[in-house]
């Protein structure tokens, strides 16, 4: 259990305010977030729809659509704050830094090229970065020959990040089927040959993994990754990410409304509400002792496989319309513990317990 | 500190006055569609108002003397000349072969060609809309049948058609009408039974089939109020359409009389003068663009207000 | 299975498949067989579940049970009537007695109706009220009822809540004073603090109005909360039915078993090593012989190629369809490896 200032940060997120200009308002979605995914990590960023998980992971790779606008903070990559970056600089970010995996494959994966020469499109830009890379791949492991180049050729490649056509090519191809193969995909060589519809949605998901990873990025973000599976395939997908954690140096945010899957492969997690992080806690620190009155309400409340219980309490009210939030802690309306400086107050993030971060006035003295 | 909030404001915000709000901003972001919505009102006012200044019967002359004024035959430019060369009357335009003021004609012309075209649009909205709704919530024999018969239709050619019926028939306008709208109705079943077919297949039409209302009542009123949007663009762009079609039909001569009033019909009267007197034909010609332009524009500006709506 | 006294509704070999037929000389192509010899007994008051992945035909047998499609063979007897081949004037009055809710509570309700107009049509066309008052009296006591304000009647859809359009799909459902709902997902496309909510009106609404409930869900933690008695589905056959405790605590079938060890558990301390089952989920098209599940079972012997299994009672309540029992099987299998 170490705070936050220990670990290495692979992605700090500081104060990020953004607002949605729609027709019908002014939508406040993101009040001030506060997150750090830390190096090697998998952070689990839970809430409700409307919470700001997926504009969070949209702002911090520059896909937010035209009518936001950031008003305020920072992400910040290492160093680098990604907030004020070009649109060049951005799109080589999201090549070889940062990787997402959304939740409906169907809607992201090109459905006129085929599988495999989607991912092989990915790793033919930027070759500087991707030949060697690429080709320290294929020299790592002594099986994946699969006749394609000579270790002297692959060798060269490495150390100049220098090659012809033809050679990148079947790098490329050699280097997409070995990742088809750690995604655990049976037959990757037909695979590789089919078009996303023929495939099944657990595979296409697999794809869509091994499209992030081919990359070797730093930072995978997982949105809603498994929610449009069926329960049978998500455990297929969460065993998946397990397996690979060893195998990829990657740090990886979990976005997801599902706590099971939460407490199932994360390490930390974070709860957003209405815009803000409320309560961030070690895995097995947060559904033991949740100190936030939402993340307490949230946990009584969603119904569970293992226990017999049949009558559960629910929080009252619903989530607030984000064009004119609640005052001070935008729970406040819902909270069974509110008192009368929760309408005024806006609680920022504080650690009553080391390495557990609440936004709660309650644990202010 | 401002005054504490419970999130509860928003609540008012929906509803009517959201849906103006939003409209009219779509106004002001959209200065053409707005001059197409003023353009088309302007016409429809026009065109109710017209005969209570002008009188029904002022384009039934007889004998008139022959004035055509605006100078002469040397065409000199100068309204206030064109006033009191032509006597006490006031002839803004001048006058048509017939001695008839041109504006004057011109505005009663308007309710004459706009009369027809909602009469006919509005007949094959109805028409295509019920056929069309029939054909798709049936299905099966009834909607082959619809539809072989509409396609039949579709490959009529309109202006021979009108031709033919007119000159076999008789020249009247209730002929005329009748034969623009054989040739117009087709579209609008094809347009209503595409819009059917997959509204029909959303939840709210099992929804109902479940609760136990009947087709007729789930067909008329549930699932053709929601689809009459892009109805309604397409016949408020019709309008302008039929318009044309009707001059078009009426320059080449297919009129009940040579002296009525009728945008085409006057272009036809005044191109014999296209040398000696040309705003005898530019005049009309300028109103029916101005006029099926208007419409058009509306048209296009009521698919963009509503249709993005739609999606939400 | 014989005829009790308190069964409200009796499912008998239903079957519903669609073939796809092609060619001028229409031949059927394939056939999807989308619930494929389905027997089940709901008894009154109770509240049966009905859980699969996408493709085991549940949302199919609801709408079937519902005769919003016509069953391919079968019968469907509600209280003694069978309404499998009933049309029309004569199905009518079962759609007053049978109602249904939908998993998108959005796409639902007519945009374009308000919520007074939509809750009095089923009023209106069912004629169970006397009078317009009395209809728009009934339909102000039924938005109460479902924790609405009566100055949302004048409201339309669009300006509601997905928690709220639910109950607004209930009040309409309720209109007619049903016995039978099917619930179709209900609170699958809610948010978790609504689904509670949601949850809690439904039982509140089954205890003051004696509803009986079919409740379809993929989600099985929900069907633990609210079923009494749960079927499990796979690939248009009902391969497990039993009372919910024993169902969780000791499942019999292959699939029910993988299914439970799928799902992860809100609590860390509970983190398993995921033995998750081999291969997608299939598509119901010309499904072979045999075993339907045999192509994923751990345990699956020739055997299993051979015969097709029927439902078997395995202990009180408690029907499997399997040729096998799993803690024999289960027990081999470890002593065979070890």
Known sequence: ?365 | MSQPTDGKQGEADYGRRADIRHILSQMRQNPIVLAGAVISAISVLVALFSWVFIGPSYWIQLDPPLKLCWNNAVIDWHIQNAITSCGSTVFPLGTDNYGRGLLQMILISIPVDLQIAFEVVASAVVIGTVLGGVAAYLGGVVDEVILRVTDIFLAVPGILLAIVLMVILGRTIPILTISVLITWWPFYVRLARSQVLSEKEKLYVERLRATGVGGSRILFRHIIPNTIYPVLVQATLDIGAVILTVSALMFIGLTPDPKYPELGNLAKQGIQYIFTAPWLIVFPGLTLLIISVGFNLLGDGIRDVFDPRLRR | MTAMADEILRIEGLVKWYPKKSGFYPRKVSNLQAVDGVSLSVKKGETLGVVGESGCGKTTLARTVMRLTEPTKGSIVFEGTDIAKLRGRKLRPFRRRMQMVFQDPYASLDPRQNVRSAIMEPIRIHRVAKSSQEAQMMAADLIEEVGLNPDHLSRFPHEFSGGQRQRIALAIALAVSPEFMVLDEPTSSLDVSVQAQTLSLLRRLQRDRSLTYMFISHNLAVIREVCDRVAVMYLGRVVEVAPTSVLFNNPKHPYTVALLSSIPVPDPSKRKELVPLAGDVPSPVDIPAGCRFRARCAFSTSKCADVSPQLVQVEKDHWVECLYDIDFMAKTKSELSA
């Open chain 1, 1 to 365: 259990m170490s705070s936050i200032a220990d670990a290495v940060q692979i992605l700090r997120v500081k104060g990020l305010k953004v607002t949605f200009h729609t027709y019908a308002g002014d939508v406040k979605a993101l009040d001030g977030v506060e997150l750090a995914v830390r190096k090697g990590e998998i952070l689990g960023l839970v809430g409700e729809s409307g919470c700001g998980k997926s504009v969070t992971s949209l702002s911090i790779v520059g896909l937010l659509p035209p009518n936001a606008k950031v008003d305020d903070g920072e992400v910040l990559l290492g160093e680098t704050n990604l907030l004020g970056m070009s649109k060049e600089g951005l799109r080589k970010v999201r090549l070889s830094d940062i990787a997402m995996v959304f939740q409906d494959p169907m809607t992201y994966l090109n459905p006129v090229l085929t599988v495999g020469s989607q991912i092989q499109e990915v790793l033919e830009q930027e070759p500087d970065i991707f030949v060697p890379l690429m080709a320290k791949s294929m020299l790592e492991d002594a099986q994946t020959q699969e006749g394609a180049l000579p270790k002297m050729k692959l060798e060269e490649m490495a150390a100049t990040g220098r090659a012809g056509r033809k050679d990148r090519r079947t790098l490329a191809r050699a280097y997409v089927l070995k990742m088809l193969r750690e995604v655990r995909l049976p037959e990757p060589e037909r695979i590789f040959k089919l078009y996303p519809f023929e495939l099944s949605g657990g595979m296409r998901q697999r794809a869509m993994i091994a499209m992030a990873l081919v990359r070797r990025p730093k930072l995978l973000i997982a949105d809603e990754m498994t929610t449009a599976l069926d329960v049978t395939v998500q455990a297929q997908i969460l065993q998946l990410l397990k397996e690979l954690r060893t195998e990829i140096d990657a740090s990886v945010l979990l976005i997801t409304h599902d706590l099971g899957v939460v407490a199932e492969v994360c390490d930390r997690v974070a709860v957003m509400y209405a815009g803000n992080v409320v309560e961030v806690a070690d895995a097995e620190d947060l559904f033991a002792d949740p100190l936030h009155p939402y993340t307490q309400g949230l946990l009584a409340s969603v119904p569970r496989v293992d226990s017999e219980v049949r009558e559960r309490p629910s929080i009252s009210g619903s989530v607030p319309n984000l064009i004119y939030p609640p005052s001070g802690c935008r729970f406040h309306p819902r909270c069974p513990k509110a008192f009368e400086k929760c309408p005024q107050t806006k609680p920022l993030l504080i650690e009553p317990k080391p390495g557990h971060l609440v936004a709660c006035l309650l644990f202010e003295k």
